[in-house]
């Protein structure tokens, strides 16, 4: 706990006894050893996805906090994506002695796989791009025979490897981790050693005649993280149950449709709300105990949307342990509209109890979310919410949570569903260490992953590592060689949006197409640079395909070598 934190707790509270709070006691760890990051090679910027919309980019870069939006090329989709993390996994392992030790003395027995927008229906996409990793690797030993054990003992381990695949929108990621930890703790309780991954991927793209104001919002990237004993990187602490929390309410859809319905007001709503109740659940899964934490990465559709949070999450903090310093902020920005009614979550759960009392009396779910969008007293609660974030005492608590490096890498890769908790987790990764100067220790980080439809999971991070063990074991591929002209983004947009099948099943070469694309230079459109990785050349009927792997730009087809 930080001396910050036990000082305040000490004021408000005499009687505040620290042996309440979750210890950091030893104990086996399980978290992530060793973390990898894929994105696209094209971003468009805020200043051109501003000419698209219409919009200021001052709405984009500080109302959002995106900076920049990834997007797949013509030859680039979910599966290259994967390849290039599984890929860069397997580097890792050929280049460090230590980690190789590891892994083979703790082989992958579990590959947890969370996505919401895998294009074959029938099995998970990552399938294939284990293939492509499998191929590429073997054909690096003819280059590097010295390599051959090793490759021979990765490509055994992901070929025996159970692939388990989780779907339930954004919140798929969190779900993926929970359930390799819980699979973790269980293998230990047995004495056995063992490991596992947690991989996550999504493309996040939106017509805007169905989600209006969404498009500003999109993105793409994929995610691998090497769940181990005794982990470098992150512990997913065990003596801390998380909590959980889930409500059919129809925010965000993908009912036969390749791109989402999205209720923006509404989706606002049950985020919060579904997050405020998986917090809860938290709370009264640790009975007796203060749950610290430095930091909190939330899911974030836009990073914005964590600031939003945090909203509720200071308001909540002063209504519970500080009322009276709620009082004097409440006498300069007026009461909190929803404090008669015992706080937002109560005020939800009492909303909905109310429009089901009888056979007679009930709605429908459409209904509901129609008078839940223009619920008078719940706009106002809104609205006050706002008006509290612009108070000093708000920025004083943001600023301790270290939003600007928690959110750095998201903002610069837009919106990625499953993905986007763990681009955070990276980020947090990438300045460790100014975070930890600054908390005093290893940050705790209070991690809420959140579907829409929907869902929330709690869980509690422990991040011990430092600069050096950050730059060994976690590899980001975030290019900007690549900006692209308003223009060419309305051309892949549209193509995007037909669906990833639709948009691949071509006849000509992709990565020849993708070739002839141009980069935004100075105002000047030049030829782009195609990113180094794996890339789609072409896709038959059945779903397979011909892929390449480009290297300092040049492209080699690869062949399928089983």
């Known amino acids: 706990m930080s001396t910050h934190d036990r000082q305040y707790f000490e004021q408000i509270d005499p009687a505040f006894n620290e042996k309440h709070v979750a210890p950091r006691e030893e104990r086996t760890a399980i978290g992530i050893n060793t973390m990898v990051v894929a994105t696209p090679g094209l971003y468009i910027d805020a200043s051109q996805m501003a000419v698209v919309s219409g919009q200021p980019e001052g709405k984009i870069r500080q109302g959002l906090m995106i900076d920049k939006m990834r997007m797949p090329g013509y030859s680039e989709t979910n599966v290259t994506m994967l390849a290039d993390v599984v890929y860069g996994f397997a580097v890792n392992l050929l280049e460090d002695n230590s980690s190789f030790e590891k892994f083979a003395s703790e082989k992958v027995q579990k590959i947890f796989f969370g996505t919401e927008s895998n294009a074959d229906r029938s099995r998970p996409e990552l399938e294939p791009a284990i293939q492509m990793v499998i191929s590429k690797l073997k054909e690096d030993v003819m280059h590097y025979p010295e390599n051959a054990d090793k490759v021979e003992t990765i490509v055994d381990a992901l070929r025996h490897a159970q692939i388990i695949a989780i779907t339930y929108a954004c ?28 991989i996550t991927v999504d493309t996040a793209f ?19 993280s090497w769940i181990t004993k005794n982990p470098k990187l992150v512990e997913i602490v065990s003596n801390i149950s998380s909590g959980s929390y889930h409500i059919a309410l129809s925010d965000f859809t993908k009912f036969g449709s390749e791109t989402p319905v999205v209720h923006g007001q509404l989706s606002e709503v049950t985020y919060m709300y579904v997050i ?16 610290d934490y430095d930091l909190v990465l939330t899911h974030v559709p836009f990073p914005k949307q964590a600031v939003k949070f945090a909203q509720f999450l200071y308001s909540h903090k002063l209504r519970t342990q500080n009322p009276s310093e709620l009082e004097r902020i409440e006498g300069r920005i007026g009461s909190d509209p929803l404090k008669e009614y015992g706080g937002f979550t109560r005020y939800i759960s009492n909303f909905l109890k109310a429009r089901n009392v009888s056979e007679e009396q009930s709605l429908s779910e459409q209904d509901i979310v129609k008078e839940l969008e223009k619920d008078a007293t719940l706009n106002k609660y809104v609205e006050w919410l706002k008006a509290l974030s612009k108070t000093e005492e708000f920025n004083q608590f943001t ?8 959110f750095e890498i998201p903002s610069k890769i837009g919106n990625s569903y499953t993905s986007s908790i763990f681009t955070g987790l990276a980020s947090i990764l990438s300045n460790i260490e100014n975070i930890s100067q600054e ?13 829409s439809g929907a869902q929330a999971v709690s869980t509690i991070l422990d991040v011990h590592s430092d600069k050096q063990t950050v730059s060994e074991n976690l590899r980001v591929k975030l290019s900007d060689e690549n900006p692209i002209s308003a223009e060419l983004y309305k051309a892949l947009h549209l193509a995007h949006i037909t669906g990833d099948a639709h948009r691949t099943l071509v006849d000509n070469d992709l990565v020849k197409r993708d070739a002839l694309l141009t980069r935004l230079v100075g105002g000047v459109e030049v030829p782009i640079k195609l990113s180094d990785g794996f890339h789609l050349i072409n896709r038959h009927t059945d779903g397979t395909g011909e892929y390449a792997y480009v290297e300092r730009g040049e492209s080699r087809p690869l062949k399928t070598r089983f």
């Open 171 to 198: 919140v798929g990621g969190i779900n993926a981790l929970d359930s390799a930890r819980d699979y973790m703790s269980s293998k230990l309780l047995q004495a056995q050693n063992t490991s596992a991954l947690v």
């Open 276 to 291: 405020a109740r998986a917090l809860e659940s938290m709370v009264h899964n640790n009975p007796g105990k203060y749950i």
């Open 399 to 406: 600023s301790k949570l270290h939003f600007t490096e928690v």
């Open 439 to 451: 908390v005093g220790h290893g940050p705790r980080v209070l991690t809420v992953g959140y579907g």
């Open 206 to 224: 939106y017509d805007s005649a169905k989600a209006p104001g969404a498009e500003l919002t999109q993105g793409a990237s994929a995610t691998l």
